[in-house]
């Protein structure tokens, strides 16, 4: 009999994908199924390109880790964490893009 397997956080992360832009790591892209906002706030996110669809990806942060910058669209956003956090993903796309 072998030892039982480990659970690593990359084991456990391929297990669960992220459900939320907050979740995601630098290079890591989502597709955006819905915005947990309020309707003023959801229609905002909607102009800058957070649609149900649109392809997300997590580029950078600051310092702290809070804002995170996000590309979508052509264009790089910087959202505080709250607001990343009602931002639902529908799956990965990718693990990783080129840089």
Known sequence: ?????????ARRRAA???????HLRKGE????DRLEL???EAQRMM????VPGARITAAGSAPGGDPRVYRVDG???ALRRETATCLKL???VSHRTAS
């Open 47 to 50: 102009e800058l390109g957070f």
């Open 75 to 77: 264009s790089e956003i």
């Open 29 to 32: 892209q989502g597709v955006l």
């Open 90 to 92: 529908r799956r990965p």
């Open 38 to 40: 309020s309707l003023e």
């Open 1 to 9: 009999m072998g030892r039982p397997r480990e659970s690593t956080p």
């Open 16 to 22: 669960h994908p992220p459900s939320s832009l907050s």
